[in-house]
């Protein structure tokens, strides 16, 4: 897409914290010219700008670019690459497709290290605290009679928090999306196309989605976790996210943070580039290089496809 002058969608929220479409230069989004010399890709990888919020057992990020020059890295991105459409729209008109994302909790560790770094000063980790206070104090954080009581003040301290530093968000997670025909295993025309996530664009992600009664879903856990580690950062100037994961499970396994269904994500996503992916199937044999459609692993889905569609290489 950098070759091609083709800018990815950039989802970010504005001032009252509803997520709008804007685009981003590849070279804005990696902090470096992607196709030059001194671009390397590190490829689950440890972060050290992030590495200093949090203690314990590093975790490692999908993406992280580095200067080969400065010796620096310059952002660290979660990837999610996503097929369109998934189960639950695939039966729907084209302009209603939509992807389904599954996210870890190490994005939400990674989510609240980005947070972190624009409050990294004894002045703002002030007004972060300040800014949390709004929660009563909660004696038994891994009790869900405890917490749920208060949960729409901890959702509004997090929300709060966003409308705060709204001027100052980042790149999270890049969202790449293939296209198929209908759900079917053959690729459309209209093929690829890549959407960017904000940090605070990912926030809305799970505060707006629906609560459940007496119990604390899976969404209202990540905005917990979320809360804890910004909290304990704002207090202790880090957080134990094994800790906070580990305590405040609600009865679920900890594999996963949320998973969102194509339904869900539509309302994000949609756009006119969302229903017509900008980079065409032709183009795929100008991204797979020197035979490498021979190395792929035909148990991954788009491998699968690609592997099936020997033609687009001919």
Known sequence: MHAKKVEPVYLCVNAQNKVQHKTISSEVLLGINPLGDEAYYNYEAGFAPFEQFYTGEREKIDLVMFNRMTNKPTIGLEVKLTALPDNTTKDLDEGQYSCEIVVRPPTICFLACSICQHYNTDAKRNRLQKILSVVPQINHWEEITDVLPHY??????????????????????????????????????????????????????????????????????????????????????????????????YNYANDKAFALSGRRTYPFLACEELTHPRIKKSEIRNIILGGGQNLLSPERRFDAVLVNSPDIFE
Not at 215 to 240: C, E, G, K, P, T
């Open 152 to 249: 729409g003040k901890i959702e509004e301290a997090v929300l709060l928090i966003s409308k705060d530093m709204y001027k100052h968000q980042t790149p999270l997670m890049i969202q790449p999306v293939w296209k198929t025909e209908g759900g079917k295993m053959r690729l459309a025309e209209d093929c690829l196309d890549v959407f960017v996530w904000s940090n605070l664009a990912t926030i809305q992600m799970f505060c707006s989605q629906d609560k459940e009664g007496n119990n604390i879903s899976r969404f209202q856990r990540a905005v917990i976790w979320l809360y804890r580690m910004l909290f304990d950062y704002s207090v202790y100037s880090h957080f134990d996210y094994v800790r906070i994961i580990k305590q405040h499970s």
